[in-house]
């Protein structure tokens, strides 16, 4: 059965909950201006847009199991081995919330996403045991981009300690040496040194085109 459309605002209400969801285990390290569960969930699925079919992996499949795997922390919340909480209860607290909201859906969809869900916490296919490669590969990633923007070189080692040689499909192990290199040899050609933020064009416009109102004269006196 269909949902609601009523229903169906409130589910993607509570999607909309992941942007404002931040991800536990920067805040913990003290990080600034820590990214969203839904910042996470975006970039994986990208990334396994990248994947090729190697094995006979189905890519498309690859992005749903993205999108879907942390759906569950819009109402649960980012859990981190820090809050006390065991695995199993965890998995409790994240299969109700994922009833729920494939409830909300309904129908074929809504069976989807769940069995979406449950496919990526078993690892039970090779697209799913991929995807836990990009969910890893993802947040040493990130790691890395903190460090390098708020100048803490080295200070998230311990994010890179805990999924090293955990990397089991071959692009991904391409993607974790070249960051490894990368980051050992970070002032040489690092990307983050040529990427702007486009924010910060917008500002510097914003600013530019003020002088320019202004004939570039200070008007405070």
Sequence with gaps: MAASREKLLEFMMLV???KRVPRTGWVLRGVQNVESVA???YRMAVLAFLLDGEGGLNRDRCIKLALVHDMAESIVGDIAPADGISKEEKHRREKEAMLHLSGLVGGEVGKELYSLWEEYETESTNEAKAVKD???FDM???AFEYETLQKRPGQLQDFFNSTKGKFQHPSVQSWVEDLNRLRDNA????????IVN???NREN???SDSCTETGGKDQSS
Excluded: A, E, F, I
Aim: negative net charge.
């Design 16 to 18: 909309g909950q992941l």
């Design 198 to 200: 486009p924010w910060d």
């Design 39 to 41: 910042d996470h969930m």
């Design 134 to 136: 990009l969910d890893k």
């Design 187 to 194: 002032d040489t050609d690092n990307p983050l040194t040529r």
């Design 140 to 142: 040493v990633l990130q």
């Design 205 to 207: 416009s914003s600013t």
